[in-house]
């Protein structure tokens, strides 16, 4: 049910995901067009130069990781940041592994074989990519993200998998990334897609803009398809300006929302069992994959998220119906 807090312990699917691999099978029925990889800006608009200035969401939330795309200004960020909100590293942690297990169940359970992600980040262990071929051997991957940065590491990427692409776009702008050729190379929208918006519409702050991000891909995709989101949400009034005030500081676009504004825009979906909810309780798995340690200079910021719950990730996955 929508709005409730969802308990209760999830584990894998079948002991087959430990005999599987990621793969890169070649799609049956598909033209070799579409396995030509490519790395692609959009056409109609030109990215940003590279932010070294001020922090950029994807490459603090790799830091969070363990990754080491980022520069002193993120790595300042996250400190400062976490110093004032310590609950941000568990959920930025905890939100990577509620990616693998929406995943998961998107292409083992569910038998998607498309996935849009936008807002992807960087790339680290277990992309999406990755853990989707893992149950569908050749499940497609487009990966959106407005940050230079994630285009230029996904050449990396691509080189792995020819069923997967990166184009840069603007989230606010969902027509951009819909009728983008590379978009139309990998995705068939008249196939059940997976819209994947994992710690996305918080990182735009006119209500309006996010409501229209998470909806003009829904629009466009099949009875069938699925939505797994995420967004950062306070019912604490004050806790949620303080959030704001302190991402503003760091140039950061960002708004916590309550739990109430999420489950407005998702009415109109059928939630996957057990509903949306703390990220942390959706479909726990004790076994999966662990991430990669904590920095050690936000170590002490680690497990804070256990002292409350009044500043965390809601979310969870959704059917079109």
């Keep these: ?13 079948s002991r087959a995901e430990s005999r599987l691999s990621p793969g890169s099978a070649r799609l049956r029925g598909v033209p070799r067009s579409v396995e030509e990889p490519r790395v692609t800006e959009d056409s109609d608009s030109t990215p ?26 993120d ?6 940041g976490f110093r004032r909100f310590p609950e941000g590293l568990d959920i930025a942690r905890q939100n990577r592994l509620y990616l693998y297990r929406a995943v998961r169940y998107l292409a083992a359970e569910a038998g998607i074989t498309q996935f849009l992600d936008l807002g992807s980040g960087l790339p680290t262990d277990n ?23 994630v285009l230029a590491h996904g050449e990396a990427l691509l080189v792995e998998d020819a069923n997967t692409t990166v184009i840069t776009a603007d989230m606010t702008r969902p027509e951009q990334i819909l009728d983008h050729p590379e978009t139309h190379r ?3 929208f008249d196939q059940p897609v997976a819209v994947l918006m994992f710690s996305v519409p918080h990182g735009i702050p006119d209500d309006e803009e996010a409501r229209r991000a998470v909806h003009g891909p829904l629009e466009r995709v099949p009875s069938g398809s699925y939505l797994a989101i995420s967004h950062v949400v306070s019912e604490d009034r004050d806790m949620a300006e303080r959030s704001n005030a302190a991402a503003k500081d760091f140039g950061m676009p960002w708004k916590t929302r309550t739990p109430d504004v999420l489950d407005a825009w998702l009415r109109d979906l059928e939630p996957v069992e057990p509903g949306l909810c703390d990220i942390a309780d959706w479909r726990p798995d004790p076994d999966q994959p662990p991430l990669p340690p904590v920095p050690d200079d936000l170590k002490p910021f680690e497990g804070s998220s256990r002292l409350g719950k009044d500043f965390f990730e809601y979310g969870g996955v959704l059917r079109k119906p």
């Excluded at 950029?56 to 002193?72: I, S």
Aim: aromatic content about 10%.
């Design 1 to 13: 049910m929508l709005g409730e807090r969802c308990h209760g312990s999830w584990y894998p699917v």
């Design 48 to 73: 940003p130069r590279v932010a070294t200035d001020r922090p950029t969401a994807a490459r603090v939330y790799g830091y969070c990781l363990g990754g080491k795309d980022n520069y002193e200004v």
């Design 75 to 80: 790595r300042e960020g996250a400190r400062e």
């Design 127 to 149: 992309n999406v990519h990755q853990v989707a071929q893992r149950f569908q051997s050749g499940a497609r991957v487009v990966y959106v993200d407005i940050d230079p940065v």
């Design 186 to 188: 990998l995705i068939d």
